[in-house]
């Protein structure tokens, strides 16, 4: 297996190349001494639920795996707490003003953006609301879909995180 760093050959700090792997973890500057520890970028994804029970998903109009089901989420920004980006990320997806933003889990995932492996902590949240009226694919979903539990299949979802959310949500919630 690479380094997850594999692709930076150039300090940050310095600039020089002498960047080498410290640990499986870190690359270190072997000119200036800088470390740089590689972390997960936090990303967010919402089980949302109306009144009636339904979930609402999205089919991804973008890679990685477009045209899969997915839930509203995403990255979150800088200076964003997981529940402020869960809500961002519902608005931009696909309208809704989310109540009840409720943490469920977490899981690790490998992200492929722009040809690059991007190490990911997805948060999972549950998201309440009265009604799917008026909900309308924006940014990155191509699609709005409405399911029953029971009709939902965790092989119909692309990315590898989310597959793995499903069978988790629906046999505890």
Known sequence: MRHPLFQFLYCPVCGAKTFVEHNEKSKRCETCGFVYYFNPSSAVACFIKNAKGELLLVRRGKEPA???LDLPGGFV??????????CREVR???GLRIRNCRYLFS????????????????????CLVDTFDNVQAADDAAEIVI?????????DFGLGS???SVPLYLGKY
């Open 77 to 86: 920004d800088m200076s964003e707490s997981g529940e402020e980006a869960a």
């Open 107 to 126: 899981l690790p995932n490998l992200y492929m953006y722009s040809g690059f492996e991007v190490h990911t902590l997805d948060m999972f949240y549950e």
């Open 147 to 155: 399911l029953r539990p029971e009709d939902v299949n965790p092989d």
């Open 162 to 164: 989310i597959r793995k």
């Open 66 to 68: 477009k045209g899969t």
């Open 92 to 94: 931009e997806e696909t």
